[in-house]
């Protein structure tokens, strides 16, 4: 979220930034109600005064005054704590209201209303000409037997996979690569879990507004998880860190469960869109300056695309439009890699800068040069993703027999040229 100063002193950038990112926010009553809070505060605040200036006079008062003395200290301290109930009340609507401001968007973004509005700005590698029909990623598995796609149906519903075999085997070697390959660029390794209280959601900005694409676990009020970057963004909530403590680099592994709630018929066969996946998310908490952000989240795009020249995955680099980057981005890059049975690119990876935009939400703040206490400022972006990374690593790589040679970088890993 945005501080209220900043609303104040930046009016016309907010409004702009709630038409461009389809935001339905009623600044107006945010801002009136802001009035009506720092009223509020004033009046408490006198009421106050006078009870204490009262109470300083009283042992000195005349005795006949101390009667009436008393009954406006009594009235003032009641008056007092029947507007605190209202300023209470007044400050739960304001928070709620300025939980939905949306960050101010990169001044490159293409403004518009959806992912069609985004535009691609760099592409590397060139989609594999294979010289004979290409299979999908569900028919290789099918004919080298690497998964059961159909059991686990049975077993666990629609969206879930179970893989076999080498398959099996590759996608846990391919989570530690990446996750060692992000940790030797001086990023901690750290596995957290998926499990988090609500407070968590809404310091990420997953909350308010998208509970039910999220699972939960209502008999011990938890939820859930999509991404590490909920338990990260908490993780250091309240603290005040250091300077010389910045950045704090993580590469975070975890399980991320999704409902897909708003996906149904979207990507229903295979590995692309499933309930639950493992992810190594890059994760950046550094000094609130928009340069340093700035190199930081070129840094996040290097590491993962590093990752998909590794694995020799063709893949174009997205520059997010205002209306399909989410309230809480400045500025987000997906990587979308080439998907042979599709005939075109899918988001494998989004790198996202948010500012001080969910350090805000989840007090996250730290000491500057100055000893000045400031809200720090957050990134983050996938370092890679199983199994949505195997569609394109399997369909560019397979043979006319419906082999899969595999890349030099996992042919050491899996101890064979083919998996
Ligand atoms: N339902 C899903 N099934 C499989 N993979 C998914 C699913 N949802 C997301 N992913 C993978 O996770 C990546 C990151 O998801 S994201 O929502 O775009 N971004 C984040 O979660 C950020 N924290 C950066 O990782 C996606 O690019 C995709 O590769």
């Not at 101010?104 to 590397?124: H, K």
């Not at 075999?165 to 998926?194: C, D, N, Q, S």
């Amino acid at each position: 979220m945005l501080g209220l100063d900043f609303i104040k002193a930046n009016r016309e950038a907010v409004e702009r930034a709630i038409a461009q990112k389809n935001v339905g926010l009623d600044l107006d009553a945010l801002l009136t109600l802001e009035g009506e809070v720092r009223g509020l505060k004033t009046e408490i605040d006198q009421l106050r005064a006078e009870r204490n200036a009262i109470s300083a006079g009283f042992k000195s008062a005349a005795p006949e005054e101390k009667a009436e003395l008393g009954r406006r200290a009594k009235e003032a301290g009641a008056r007092a704590g029947e507007l605190e109930g209202h300023l209470a009340e007044k400050q739960r609507l304001l928070t709620a209201l300025q939980m939905r401001v949306p960050n101010i968007p990169y001044e490159g973004a293409p403004i518009g209303p959806d992912e069609n509005s985004n535009i691609v700005i760099r592409t590397e590698g060139s989609p594999p000409e294979f010289g004979f029909e290409p299979l999908d990623h569900v028919a290789l598995i099918e004919k080298n037997g690497w998964a059961d796609l159909s059991r686990i149906t049975q077993v666990s519903g629609s969206r879930t996979y179970c893989l076999k075999g080498r398959l099996a085997l590759l996608e846990t070697k391919l989570m530690a690569w990446a996750l060692e390959k992000i940790a030797a660029a001086e990023f901690t390794p750290i596995t957290v879990p998926a499990i988090a209280r609500d407070q968590a959601f809404l310091n990420q900005g997953q909350f308010p507004g998208h509970e039910e694409e999220t699972y939960q676990l209502p008999n011990d009020d938890l939820w859930l998880a999509g991404t590490a970057e909920v338990a990260l963004t908490s993780l250091h909530s309240g603290e005040i860190l250091e300077s010389g403590s910045l950045p704090v680099l993580y590469a975070g592994y975890s399980p991320c469960f999704r409902r897909e709630a708003g996906s149904a018929g979207r990507d229903v066969r295979g590995l692309l869109r499933v309930h639950q996946f493992v992810k190594v998310e890059q994760y950046v908490i550094c000094e609130a300056d928009q340069a340093q952000s700035a190199e930081w989240h070129a840094r996040l795009l290097e590491l993962a695309e590093s990752l998909l020249t590794a694995l020799e995955i063709p893949y174009q680099v997205i520059e997010t439009s205002t209306g399909d980057m989410g309230l809480g981005k400045y500025r987000m890059n997906d990587i979308e890699s080439w998907v042979p049975s599709l005939g075109k690119y899918r988001e494998t990876h989004s790198c996202s800068t948010l500012h001080d935009w969910q350090a805000r939400r989840a007090n996250i703040r730290y000491r500057d040069r100055d000893g000045k206490v400031r809200f720090a400022h957050t990134l983050n972006n996938t370092a890679l993703a199983s199994p949505r990374i195997l569609v394109p690593l399997l369909e560019n790589h397979q043979t006319e027999n419906g082999r899969v040679r595999l890349p030099r970088v996992l042919q050491e890993l899996m101890g064979g040229e083919f998996l």
